[in-house]
């Protein structure tokens, strides 16, 4: 039987769609379960976007288009990004792709060469997609911790230390997926001023969850001096629009920008046509759903924040955007006897009907950092009450 390659078998995942697998079959055999696992608004798209792409496959534009995206909506994404980032965007200058993720391989590709020892510096824990795909593309990944002392954010000195002539790509994403982290103005600045030096040294800037910062505005590395040409600017329908089944992302950088049309044509050759029309209409029309899923987000963030630090064992930092939290569980798994938080994730499913995602699908646990696990709040205020109610009285009745 012909092998499969070293790369294929030794690919990451996303261990969100894992559990989600579990939960669903646990629910298939009749349990009645509460998930807090899987990273998707559960509001349904706005009708004004559907109804534009509806429109579109009526009107006909269900074929393929440029590898790029149409016109219409790379004018509209540059119009975006000049909007919410403070910098001026050309339309030239943005490609759309398949969802925001297929970007974060399509810029490791373009800036590093395998084999060739060019490291790549990304957020431990982090999106996992991040590390896997840096191994994927052969080059060198490069973990930077983000401790619960700092807010989880970077420790700028290890970051410092970490950063080399090797370097190519600095990955930073705020808001932070585990942990609903922003960074700080004082941290964007000294990051612009660390990777000023380097000329070959690329910054990928995760900003799927832009559109959700509760405290203050959001802010771009891209907009400080310098730093615009080197930053990648990467953004998607999903999150803001709750349209992550429509697979619209898309990424700006002048000189990256025809590399990424490269990529997208040798992978999928477009993004889905009448899919690019619904985004035009969301990124154009009224933002007054997105202001009104915020304020909600923002609702079930301080309910399930305070709802947590009253359950015995665990301890919840208030995040600043996304719709995450990030416990640390330490004391938890100590009072009901879990070896770590896989075996309290896995406890809390079977045990309680509460689905989670334990810190290793993030990345290696933060040495002295403890355990943690992830919610994610993309649910009902219902669904919340009552995970937090069984929680509560699965650690009662485990102590």
Same mark, same amino acid.
């Given at each position: ?8 078998r ?11 697998g ?12 509460v ?21 579109a ?15 219409a ?7 975006y ?15 759309a792709?398949?969802?925001?993720k297929?970007?974060i ?5 373009s ?20 590390g896997?795909q840096v191994?994927?593309?052969g ?61 070959n ?5 995760? !900003?799927?969850y832009? @559109?959700l910062?509760? %405290?203050?505005? /959001?802010? #771009?590395?891209?907009?400080?001096? &310098?730093?615009?040409? =080197? ?15 429509w697979?619209?992302g898309?990424a ?10 490269r ?15 619904a985004v035009?209409?969301a990124?154009?029309?009224?933002q ?9 987000f923002?609702?079930r963030r ?11 064992g665990f301890?919840c ?5 996304a ?7 330490t004391e ?9 938080s896989e075996?309290?994730?896995?406890r809390?499913?079977? !045990?309680a009907?509460v @689905?989670?995602?334990? %810190?290793r699908h /993030?990345? #290696?646990?933060?040495?002295?950092? &403890?355990q943690?696990? =992830? ?6 205020l219902?669904a919340?009450n009552?995970?937090l109610?069984?929680?509560a ?7």
């Amino acid at each position: 039987m012909p092998v499969v390659s070293r790369r294929a078998r030794e690919l990451g995942t996303e261990n969100a769609f894992v559990v989600l697998g579990e939960v669903e079959r646990l629910q298939r055999e009749g349990k009645d379960i509460v998930s807090f696992c899987i990273g998707q608004p559960d509001f349904p798209t706005p009708d004004h976007i559907r109804a534009a792409g509806i429109r579109a496959i009526e009107d006909g534009h269900t074929g393929y288009t440029p590898s790029p995206g149409i016109a219409a909506l790379r004018q509209a994404v540059a119009a975006y990004f000049t909007r919410t980032r403070g910098i001026d965007v050309a339309p030239e200058e943005v490609v759309a792709g398949c969802g925001g993720k297929p970007f974060i391989a399509y810029t490791i590709l373009s800036v590093t060469d395998h084999g060739s020892g060019h490291e790549v510096i990304y957020p431990n824990p982090g999106f996992p997609i991040y590390g896997s795909q840096v191994a994927a593309c052969g080059a060198v990944p490069v973990a930077v911790d983000l401790r619960e002392a700092r807010g989880f954010n970077f420790d700028l000195d290890d970051l410092r230390a970490k950063i080399n002539d090797n370097t190519r790509l600095l990955i930073l994403n705020s808001p932070h997926n585990p942990t609903g982290s922003i960074m700080s103005a004082e941290d964007l600045e000294a990051l612009a001023r660390m990777v000023q030096p380097y000329e070959n040294l690329w910054v990928y800037s995760d !900003e799927v969850y832009s @559109a959700l910062v509760y %405290d203050g505005e /959001f802010r #771009s590395i891209a907009a400080l001096p &310098g730093m615009k040409d =080197r930053t990648i600017i990467a953004d998607s329908a999903s999150k803001t629009y709750s349209m992550t089944g429509w697979r619209i992302g898309y990424a700006a950088n002048k000189t990256l920008a025809p590399a990424f049309t490269r990529w997208v044509t040798n992978t999928d050759s477009c993004p889905p046509h009448p899919n690019q029309y619904a985004v035009v209409e969301a990124l154009t029309a009224s933002q007054e759903s997105v202001d009104r899923m915020r304020e909600v987000f923002l609702h079930r963030r301080d309910r399930i924040v305070a709802g947590l630090n009253d359950v015995p064992g665990f301890e919840c930092q208030t995040p600043g955007g996304a719709f995450y939290v990030w416990p640390n569980v330490t004391e938890a798994c100590e009072r009901v006897g879990a070896e770590d938080s896989e075996e309290l994730r896995k406890r809390l499913l079977y !045990e309680a009907g509460v @689905a989670v995602l334990a %810190d290793r699908h /993030f990345g #290696s646990r933060v040495e002295g950092d &403890g355990q943690h696990v =992830r919610f994610s709040y993309a649910s009902s205020l219902e669904a919340i009450n009552e995970g937090l109610n069984r929680i509560a009285t699965f650690m009662k009745k485990n102590t």
